[in-house]
T-cell receptor, first 114, second 111 residues
Framework: EAQVTQNPRYLITVTGKKLTVTCSQN?????MSWYRQDPGLGLRQIYY???????DKGDVPEGYKVSRKEKRNFPLILESPSPNQTSLYFC?????????????FGPGTRLTVL | QQQVKQSPQSLIVQKGGISIINCAYE??????FPWYQQFPGKGPALLIA?????SEKKEGRFTISFNKSAKQFSLHIMDSQPGDSATYFC??????????FGKGTRLSVIA
């Protein structure tokens, strides 16, 4: 089944404790992206990657890191999480040319930072 | 200039009625306008998309209307059903920059 998987789905952590949210897609998509979704703010892009070893900042990259060492994986790293990073996170991969792509979203990771 | 303004924030529609969600933009370089649908507990999924060379695109009960001169586009859901209850996001891109999403509209269709 073609899909984007994220792990973990739920995470409660404490301020300052490094964490990684994994994202994997099995559709051979070149484009991958991370978003956060907050009430009243919609979907905001954190980072995106057009291909392996190519990553770029989105609208809200502060406090996050990403890497794209393989085409299928795009982990999101929070080196020192803070309470304002409590949010619902979505990974997506995209098919198509450049940003004219249909994005396929994962099921989401709900993160709580205490 | 990169913003897409979406309204209303929430919408309640009777079963069988028409749901209308509007989006406005400023950047005239935007040339691809998708709508994403998100059910509770799920990630968004592409519903329908339009390019500015057409004024309307219809897929089943879902229609995008596009007004290039007014820099507005809207989603119409005909014969709305309880199963259409979801959050809808409009978005836009120039092709050279990432998608910019509206803030979303929570639609509730009541019987």
């Amino acid at each position: 089944e073609a899909q984007v998987t994220q792990n973990p789905r739920y995470l409660i952590t404490v301020t300052g404790k490094k964490l990684t949210v994994t994202c994997s897609q099995n559709m051979n998509h070149e484009y991958m992206s991370w978003y956060r979704q907050d009430p009243g703010l919609g979907l905001r892009q954190i980072y995106y990657s057009m291909n392996v070893e190519v990553t770029d900042k989105g609208d809200v990259p502060e406090g996050y890191k990403v890497s794209r060492k393989e085409k299928r994986n795009f982990p999101l790293i929070l080196e020192s999480p803070s309470p304002n990073q409590t949010s619902l996170y979505f990974c997506a991969s995209g098919t198509g040319t450049g940003f004219y792509n249909e994005q396929f979203f994962g099921p989401g990771t709900r993160l709580t930072v205490l | 200039q990169q913003q897409v303004k979406q309204s209303p924030q929430s919408l309640i529609v009777q079963k069988g009625g028409i749901s209308i969600i509007n989006c406005a933009y400023e950047n005239t370089a935007f040339d691809y306008f998708p709508w994403y649908q998100q059910f509770p507990g799920k990630g968004p999924a592409l519903l329908i998309a339009i390019r500015p060379d057409v004024s309307e695109k219809k897929e089943g009960r879902f229609t995008i209307s596009f007004n290039k001169s007014a820099k507005q586009f809207s989603l119409h859901i005909m014969d709305s059903q309880p199963g259409d209850s979801a959050t809808y996001f409009c978005a836009a891109t120039t092709g050279n920059t990432p998608l910019v999403f509206g803030k979303g509209t929570r639609l509730s269709v009541i019987a």
